[in-house]
């Protein structure tokens, strides 16, 4: 060991620095860098979202505690609540790799536009809201669920619906501060709404002290006033001192006719994207499963609810990495793009084939410990949590390389992709599978578990492929001003001249 150490000082220093370095294409950077970055931005992207799961989990428990028609209903309308809010996030999220690109650009004054073109999409969210309001009964009474499931399913929806506004914006001011490299804001803003969700659930639900016992209506609306925190809070923080003196958040809130055409034409096919995908599930849910009754429903969401635990790493590692490819496209370096969506690969397979060991080995412990439940639905909801565990890698491959792909803005080839595979593939091959020999909801997941290794393999050759680097997200105006000026506007050059000393 000794005469190890004593060879290792006896080269040069500048030898054993390049020892400890290693070198993508012509950039050179310490050991471990890539681990760290992807950690740095993922772990308060995870965390956030870790106490959006858990409160989730307390409050589908909470729920759970009404019966399995509360259950049932809640899990059915919270996934169509999020199915239609879908395409609008899938558009807002994109003003991270809008801001990322940006600051790899050293174009810090056209961070904060983006922004605001994202907080613009988000408001006609309200006129979709009230649009959706009188369908709610018609659409709901059309599925075939039980009368009480689908009174309850009704009322949660119709009060999430206030909440589509505030989802979106908080959406895109969650990636504007991911993509300038503050995740810990949105991180702890998340960690504070959710855990006020919490407490309003438990006195709204069960009526502790003052409080009415509202049950069901009371859950949605927690909820609701949960979404308005947030963005009460992440407003606030866009546009304090700090904020407006780094990036003028309180000079660029003008209506951008350019940036908002950069932001749907790149935004809209990974809306459509979400929206294909979670409506898949949506249908696979309320349709295909709740065919089958209200206890293969309850099972259903109870082995999702387990499940979110397990993709949430790889959520959060898919917001991470878009931003991280994005900047580093921005700065010209794609290969170093490419090292860390590998670097997050590893890391999110890793725990998701860890997470998938333990629903096999104790999914019905849990099913029975945190919902309180017995019989059939742990029977079922541990076979559900028995196909988890075989994709769970396969869906961390998928999750991570659709994250770097919508960084990259190919988002299109997705967009396409998804719709094919979820419409032709997907949900035949689960409703066959489901009605083959009374399977019921075991074989929709039989079904879902095809579908997510099949597609695993279409994005990540898709990514692998490296077709993503001859696309150029802004358009040619925008593109050539960047090219030709590096000029800072004056509200921003105090910003950057401390900076660089």
Known sequence: MDRGRCAMERIPARTRQKIMNITIGTHTEPRWAGLREVSFMAGPIVLGMMSHTIMQFVDVAMVSRLGSEALAAVGSAGLWVYILST??????????????????????????????????????????????????????????????????????????????????WGAALAAYFQAIGRPMVPMGIAIFTNILNAGLDYVLIFGIGPFPEWGVYGAAVATVIGQFAFVAVAQTIFLNSRSNREFATRTTYAFDSHRMRELFRIGWPSGL??????????????????????????????????????????????????????????????????????????????????????????????????????????????KLLLL??????????????????????????????????????????????????????VGGWVGATIYII????????????????????????????????????????????????
């Open 87 to 168: 395409f609008l996030l899938g558009i807002v999220g994109c003003v991270s790799t809008f801001v990322s690109q940006c600051i790899g650009r050293e174009q810090k004054e056209h961070c904060a536009k983006y922004a605001w073109q994202g907080i613009y999409l988000a408001l006609p969210a309200g006129a979709l809201s009230l649009l959706l309001w009188p369908l709610a009964g018609p659409f709901f009474r059309s599925m075939p669920h039980d009368e009480l499931v689908t009174n309850y399913e009704i009322t949660y929806f119709q009060v999430r619906l206030f909440g589509y506004v505030f989802l979106a």
């Open 454 to 501: 099949g597609v695993s393999g279409l994005i990540f050759y898709r990514f692998y492929g490296e077709k993503w680097r001859d696309i150029s997200i802004f358009l040619k105006d925008d593109e050539e001003d960047m090219v030709a000026s590096r000029k800072v506007s004056p509200v921003l050059q105090p910003a950057r001249e401390a900076a660089k000393d």
């Open 273 to 382: 994207m979400f929206l294909l995908e979670i409506m898949t599930w949506g249908i696979f849910t309320s349709l295909i499963v709740g065919y089958f009754g209200d206890i293969e429903m309850a099972a259903h969401t109870t082995a999702l609810t387990v499940m979110h635990m397990s993709f949430i790493l790889g959520i959060g590692l898919n917001h991470a990495i878009a931003p991280i490819v994005g900047n580093w496209i921005g700065k010209g370096h794609p290969d170093v793009a490419i090292a860390r969506t590998y670097t997050a690969i590893k890391i999110a397979v890793v725990y998701m084939t860890l997470m998938g060991g333990v629903f096999a080995l104790f999914g019905d412990v849990i099913i029975t410990k945190a919902f309180g439940q017995s019989g059939e639905i742990v029977t079922i909801g541990y």
């Open 388 to 441: 988890a565990a075989v994709f769970q890698a396969f869906d961390a491959v998928t999750i991570v390389s659709a994250g770097a792909l919508r960084g990259a803005g190919d988002t299109r080839w997705m967009a396409v992709v998804m719709g094919f595979a979820s419409y032709l593939g997907f949900l035949p091959l689960a409703t066959a599978l489901s009605f083959w020999d009374d399977w019921g909801a």
